[in-house]
């Protein structure tokens, strides 16, 4: 029932919301009576508020219609690669009509995004994609609300997650002979299944592996995620989150944990510095402060606009992640398309570079977290390993904003240039071919290392070292944001 209580409240504070919009409208227009009001800044500034918490806010575009490289314009064309019943392969394809450029383009590594499936939708990582096109042929998983998918598509398990990211590499590699892979958050942990599953067949895996900031092993560093999933039993997951889809969506009936209850757990985590935030807006408004008041709206329209996600999935990823910690335990077996069960090898991985990446003040996947994979991936040679830790960020910013841009991006395209082969592989690799033997021909993490530096000597007070189990790079702690 709460959903549907949810959704007639929503439906009833629609009308206010767009009239609170109309209102403010009406204070700031200079050819109104109202604007000339002493007060009339103030009241606009109320209203608008008003309209930003009230209103529904819908699933936003990537919006990426241009980008630079090196100095040229390159028009970029969005399109539909794959159609699956929860998930869309999203390319990003890249033209011009400058010959050197176009030429540059052709020979650039393609690069599978693959996005979290977490309750924000894939456009969170826009600045992410943004930043990738300028090197490279972008992919990008973009996952349905799962409200708009009928019972008649069927269920969706984290099987499935897995199996789909298996059939997008297949269809990457067909198409370049190979491709790299990277992960951000949530599913990092059905990423290094996929690729597990498919080295322990023999098929031909991805150039290297790219994770941000997920759970690889959540018994590190536990945050307040990993405190609530373990702290709670399946069965009060199941009792107090699930909820079916009301009838007025194509997915009616569907059981989901729902987008709205996902929300309330977001700002739940930090309701003090939302607070602040909408406060500053006000003033902002109020000041005339434009600049400010519109990053204030992009950051909440993405924020803000949430997915609900089918219930299996979301119960198994609590069970296998977060409270059975099948995957670093060796316990996770996977169902195929076929129906047979599959154990996940994460060792059987043997040529597939390994990149991990953790920000230093991530309070979502602690310290650790990420870089457990490490332990897991022994086939793969240490000199083909590297962890980078990213001084500062939290989060959000080892894959959005300043710090991404500026640190976090040079090693990952760095790391990525390293484990390009020389030559571009053969179109239409058969997904059963034998383990590839171009892994000597790639430059050890050596290399990778020593790339990064450079890709970071205009960077103020940058740190390269090696650690331990796999040659590291980080940024210094006093970097300001």
Known sequence: MLYQIYETQRSMMEPFSDLAEVAAKLFTNPS???AQLPIAQRISAGYDLMHRLGKDYEKPVFGIHTVDVDGVDVAIHERIEIDKPFCELRRFKRFSDDTS????????PVVLIVAPLSGHYATLLRDTVRTMLKDHKVYITDWKNARLVPL??????LDDYVN????????????YGNCHVISVCQPTV?????????ASRGETTPLSMTMMGGPIDARKSPTAVNNLATQRAHSWFENNVIYRVPDSFPGAGRRVYPGFLQHTGFVA??????????????KDLIKGDNESAESH??????????LDMDADYYLETIDTVFQDFKLVNGTWE???????LERVRPQDIQHTALLTIEGELDDISGSGQTAAAHDLCTGIPKTHRMHYEAAGAGHYGIFSGRRWREFVHPVVKAFLKVHQPTEVAAPAAPATAPKRANAATRAPAKQAVKAVAKAQAKAPKVVTKPAAKAPTARTARNTKA
């Open 32 to 34: 109104l009576p109202l």
């Open 101 to 108: 450029t176009l030429a540059k383009l052709k020979g650039e």
């Open 152 to 157: 008649s598509e069927g269920e969706f398990h």
């Open 164 to 175: 789909y990211v298996q059939e997008f590499i297949r269809h990457l590699q067909k198409g």
């Open 190 to 198: 059905p990423v290094l299944a996929a690729v597990s599953l498919m």
């Open 269 to 282: 985590m930090n309701p003090d510095r939302h607070a602040s935030s909408h406060y500053d807006y006000f």
């Open 297 to 306: 709206r992009k950051f909440y329209d993405e924020y803000n606009a949430v």
């Open 334 to 340: 996977v169902k195929n398309p076929q129906g047979k």
